[in-house]
């Protein structure tokens, strides 16, 4: 691996960002989260205990490492603290090993409010967000009405800037008697956490040009999928933020040189959770066998993820649209009890076969997957580490992906613990 790498979910998220970050951290001084919030949920699964980690770096589980929140997360104070509570109390320490961007706009309880409170006006037609408040906070940072972390150390100018909300958000704060929309109560608990939170605050854009003037490793760890970026996936069926490598640049303030390299995050199938298109989904006895055999549940909100065959089609569009250099290939394993595996390499559209993902929404919801089957493997390969002892049809299967997408693999997952991997 090259120094300053960049790891990006190439799905709909949910590919195993966590363990993929968690294993580069080795060899990383600097571990960074540039967009997205609490709707994240990496898990890793180390020393025989499980951490899921929604806001902070997976890098602070690596004794050492520094890891940083930069300004384009979307940061929910009371959830950062929550976390750090509980790194403390299972004996990680992160005084002097995490700092946030003073720029970072704060998910706040009335965010959380609206989100559901969308998603109801929404109704059949609803996105299926995760409920943490994401869009509305995103919302509210783009129409230049947000808080931000610096806000919390200026008292007046906070308790300004809250007493705006009511008259912004009408619609939302009629329903008086929620407390998620009761300023003054909001204006002191955010008093009684910032003492917690001021020395964290840091410029990280500045610290990561000095980071990388002392020739330090950076690694930059995304949130969520390509497929779930506001530009670039499946709008409107996307979270509220830049999940690809541009993302890492507005959401840092660093130039494009400081990545030297892009790892696609992939699953050997396909899942996605939530509303929208996907083109690949199983309905059927094998789509639940993909769910029961890969533990496809929610991080964050514990909701059933949808799934399917893998698509290579929208993973090109993955690879083009970042300039993906390798692949980390996660739960190969999971395949391992299916006869049969398909992969999705074409979409039909109205009769038409095409290569690539259809940038109108309502052309993505029609088509249908053009498949090449796979003869299954149907032995274990839980726990591999040697690409050379995986059976041949795993191989094929492997080879095909790589020669599709030309996009070389770096690492294969074989299960969730560190060591169950095959670097390449
Ligand atoms: P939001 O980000 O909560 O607004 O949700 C918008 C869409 O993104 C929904 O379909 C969510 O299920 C999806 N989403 C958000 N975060 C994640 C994630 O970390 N993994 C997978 N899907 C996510």
Same mark, same amino acid.
């Given at each position: 691996m090259?120094?300053n790498?960049i790891?990006i979910g190439?799905q ?15 060899r990383?001084d600097?571990? #960074?989260?540039?967009q997205?919030?609490?709707?994240a ?8 205990r499980k951490?899921?980690?929604h806001?902070i770096p997976?890098?602070i589980?690596?004794?050492g490492k520094?890891c940083?929140?930069? @300004? ?5 104070p009371?959830?950062?603290?929550? +976390?750090l509570d509980?790194?403390? @109390?299972?004996?990680?320490e992160t005084?002097?090993?995490?700092f946030?961007?003073?720029a970072a706009n704060?998910?706040? &309880? ?11 006006r929404r +109704?059949?037609?609803?996105i299926g967000?995760?409920?943490r408040g994401i869009?509305p ?18 008292p007046e100018?906070l308790?300004?800037?809250?007493a705006?909300? =009511?008259a912004?958000k009408?619609q ?11 300023i003054?109560?909001?204006?002191? @608990?955010?008093?009684d956490m910032a &003492?917690?939170?001021k =020395? ?7 610290r990561?040009?000095?980071h990388?003037?002392?020739g330090?490793?950076i690694l ?14 499946t709008? &409107?069926f996307?979270t ?5 490598v541009?993302?890492?640049l507005?959401?840092l303030g660093?130039g494009?040189?400081m990545?030297?390299e892009?790892?696609?995050v992939v699953?050997a199938?396909t899942?996605?959770?939530g509303?929208?298109p996907? &083109?690949?989904e ?11 055999n890969g533990g ?10 949808r ?8 993973l090109?569009y993955a690879c083009?649209t970042n300039?993906i250099?390798?692949l ?5 394993? #999971?395949?391992d009890?299916f006869?049969?595996?398909k992969?999705g390499?074409?979409y039909?559209?109205?009769g038409?076969?095409?290569?690539d993902?259809?940038?109108?929404i ?5 088509v ?7 003869e299954?493997w149907?032995? =274990?390969?839980?726990?591999l580490?040697s690409?050379d002892?995986l059976p041949?049809?795993?191989k094929?299967?492997l080879?095909f992906?790589?020669?599709i997408?030309?996009v ?5 997952s074989t299960?969730p ?6 670097m390449?």
């Amino acid at each position: 691996m090259s120094k300053n790498v960049i790891v990006i979910g190439s799905q709909w998220g949910d590919e195993g960002k966590g363990k993929v970050v968690d294993l580069l951290a080795e060899r990383a001084d600097v571990v #960074v989260r540039f967009q997205g919030g609490a709707n994240a949920g990496h898990t890793i699964m180390t020393g025989g205990r499980k951490f899921v980690l929604h806001l902070i770096p997976s890098g602070i589980l690596h004794p050492g490492k520094i890891c940083y929140i930069g @300004n384009g997360v979307v940061l929910d104070p009371k959830c950062l603290i929550d +976390e750090l509570d509980a790194l403390y @109390n299972e004996g990680i320490e992160t005084v002097g090993r995490l700092f946030i961007s003073p720029a970072a706009n704060l998910v706040l &309880p009335y965010h959380k409010l609206m989100d559901q409170s969308d998603e109801k006006r929404r +109704e059949g037609d609803g996105i299926g967000t995760t409920l943490r408040g994401i869009g509305p906070a995103y919302r509210d940072k783009v129409e230049r009405c947000g808080i931000r972390v610096a806000d919390l150390f200026s008292p007046e100018r906070l308790r300004a800037r809250l007493a705006l909300q =009511p008259a912004i958000k009408a619609q939302y704060f009629s329903c008086e008697n929620d407390e998620r929309c009761d300023i003054n109560k909001i204006f002191n @608990n955010l008093m009684d956490m910032a &003492p917690r939170l001021k =020395p964290l605050v840091a410029d990280i854009s500045l610290r990561l040009a000095e980071h990388k003037k002392e020739g330090k490793s950076i690694l930059f760890e995304g949130a969520q999928g390509v497929m779930l970026d506001v530009d670039l996936g499946t709008y &409107p069926f996307t979270t509220s933020s830049n999940t690809s490598v541009g993302g890492a640049l507005t959401g840092l303030g660093i130039g494009p040189k400081m990545i030297d390299e892009v790892v696609g995050v992939v699953k050997a199938y396909t899942t996605r959770v939530g509303a929208g298109p996907f &083109p690949t989904e199983l309905s059927d006895t094998v789509g639940m066998a993909l769910r029961e055999n890969g533990g496809e549940f929610g991080a964050t909100t514990g909701r059933p993820r949808r799934t399917g065959w893998l698509d290579l089609v929208a993973l090109r569009y993955a690879c083009r649209t970042n300039g993906i250099d390798k692949l980390a290939i996660n739960k190969l394993d #999971v395949l391992d009890k299916f006869d049969k595996i398909k992969v999705g390499v074409a979409y039909e559209l109205d009769g038409v076969q095409i290569s690539d993902v259809p940038l109108d929404i309502s052309d993505l919801c029609r088509v249908k997957p053009v498949y090449k089957e796979f003869e299954g493997w149907m032995v =274990p390969t839980t726990g591999l580490t040697s690409y050379d002892r995986l059976p041949e049809k795993a191989k094929e299967y492997l080879k095909f992906i790589v020669e599709i997408l030309g996009v070389k693999i770096g690492l294969i997952s074989t299960g969730p613990g560190r060591e169950a991997t095959i670097m390449m």
